[in-house]
């Protein structure tokens, strides 16, 4: 089902009532936002709701919209104002939550704590304990908050978790502490993780048993590049119909100085990826989905019978009669040759009747392997998940390291999504679209992407590769054919080479290998992948 659409706003730090028009006038009338406890408790118990930051609730309310709020804030008489870390400043901060609840009707949901796996909106012992004691932290606030918010609205929901990231590291302490029992839902904040990597980091959430069932909330996600941002919404909003995400908030409604794109300019105009909000609002939302992507390269979701989303690795597209494209922001695409794109999704519709894949007569797919596309997570030693046309694994003098499946913040210095990575660490990592190698240049622990040949033919070798930072010496970038060298370079900054055309037969192996030219310093880098066939017409 196609989840349900918010932006996350600040009018609980700002007064503008006109924003909040203009965002009901576009269509957006869910809202995530915070009421600051300070402002509001007056003394034990007592509680005024009575300056306009306050108060926004109300106002969104007389637009016919509804609330998600925000339990994360302090207060200067419990705790010190540090975030409440003691029995009494919960039950207090807990209490405040009623009393909003009671106050604003529009107010739907409580989404308690705001990354808490995150140093960044914690203060005082929360912030200074470690993961495990700060889920800790967290179980004891969810239970305080739910029992009060409950007493007072019996409907309302009680999401928790509210993560940074998708650290499964970090949730087991979370469900091993019974956390996923008092939750309606978990809320994730997915913002390193792309659309294209969703589906496969959801699927690992869901072998937790406590998450298996569980709803989830994306209460957090955007893209700092505007011109990039509404492609974006729209493979993911389809990528998080298919895992089963029940909600969906943009971040944010206008512009927050972050950078991050808004809805709305400050002024409440609508924004290029505002119109891709109230596009999917009003053709995609609610509306039943299915994946039917034709290939591992191509992604493609059925809203109903007949809304179709498709994008992937670029090649022709020659739609049947009757069928209409547009583009992310809702356009008719009227003119020119149409061909997939890997960033901008292609929205069809037919003038009557269902849509099927089938009648898009896509061109013929040149792609083979793609570390991006194909990235997965294996079980134990193998050293390829399901579908992937690369085998992926570290190689250290001569001998093959499977990269294990690894959780993500389950202990510091490792990233906060699951990951790949060998059991003789030495630092190694490999994400869908950023690796890092180890060793040194004298002892290099490189990272190996083999491409086994299923059928004769010539190919080319894509590769794009580009440091994070500065490396210290670069990186060694190697291609080999059946284990004698094609090419060998050293890579100091972004790069991308397309070789061939090689000419292999059924069975041969293609290697891609990377490693430190001299120290690992600066080597973590994004990274791409692929082999392409070469067409007739090409030869």
Known sequence: MGPNLAAASRFGQTDRPDLIAAAAANGITSLRDEIYWERVEQGPGQYSFDQPMTLWPEALAAHGGQASLIVNHRHSAHDDGQTP????????????????????PAIRAVEVGNEINSPNFITGPVQAEDLEARAAFHVAQLADVKAAARAQDPEVRVLGGGVHSIPL???????????????????????????????????????????????????????????????????????MALSGVTHAVWYPLADRGDGLAPLLTSGGEITPVGRTFKLIARELQGRPVRDVSPDPFTRACLFGEDRLVIWGAERGVAPAEGLVAFGPDGVPVLSGALRLSESEPLLFQATGGPVAVEQLNLAPQEVLADSFLQYGYPAGDALRSAGDGFERFGRLQGREHPLRTRPGQERGGVPWVPYRAPDADGGLRLLPDILLPAGSGARPFEIVHRYVATQGGPVRVQIALAPLSQSADGLRLGLLKNGSPVLEQVVTAQRELDHGPLELRDGDELE???????????????????????SEEAR
């Open 512 to 534: 891609i290998t990377v490693g430190p030219n001299g120290t690992t310093e600066g080597d973590d880098s994004r990274y791409r992948f692929r082999i392409l066939r070469v």
């Open 169 to 239: 590291g970090y949730l087991a302490h979370v469900a091993a502490l019974g956390d996923a029992e008092q939750m309606d839902a978990l809320a994730i904040h997915p913002y390193d993780t792309p659309p294209e990597s969703f589906l496969a980091q959801l699927a690992e959430l869901r072998r937790m048993p406590a998450f298996a069932e569980m709803p989830v909330e994306v209460t957090e996600f955007g893209l700092t590049d505007a011109a990039a941002a509404p492609g974006y919404l729209m493979r993911y909003y389809c990528t």
């Open 85 to 104: 870390f003691t029995s009494q400043a919960m039950q207090a901060q807990a209490d405040f939550v009623a009393a909003a609840l009671a106050r604003f």
